[in-house]
Nanobody, 119 residues
């Protein structure tokens, strides 16, 4: 059993910042890619940023230069630092991780955390 638990969402004014965290726990042998997705009302879920186990980062064009993904492998945790937030960033943000349990590889999702950018 593996679980991802997110935290750090909330209400912020345009131009503000938030930091999301996502901690993995359970039967973990190795965590491969970790990522953040988001889903706005009426829209499909989209990839925001992904980081490999070696620290290679990739971002959606809409967040490049504003968001930074990082991870702490000792804590099995991934972060998303979001700066210069815009109303269009309003969405439910989901953590995603590809985890090898020692027997199989599984893709896990967190429960989601709401980010609202509004004045």
């Amino acid at each position: 059993q593996v679980q991802l638990v997110e935290s750090g969402g909330g209400l912020v004014q345009p131009g503000g910042s938030l930091r999301l965290s996502c901690a993995a726990s359970g039967n973990i042998f190795r965590i491969n890619d970790m990522a953040w997705y988001r889903q706005a009302p009426g829209k499909e879920r989209e990839l925001v940023a992904v980081i490999s186990s070696r620290g290679t980062e990739n971002y959606a064009d809409s967040v490049k230069g504003r968001f930074t993904i990082s991870r702490d492998n000792a804590k099995n945790t991934v972060y998303l630092q979001m700066n210069s937030l815009k109303p269009d960033d309003t969405a439910v943000y989901f953590c995603n991780a590809n985890i090898y349990t020692g027997y199989i590889s599984i893709t896990c999702w967190g429960q989601g955390t709401q980010v609202t950018v509004s004045s």
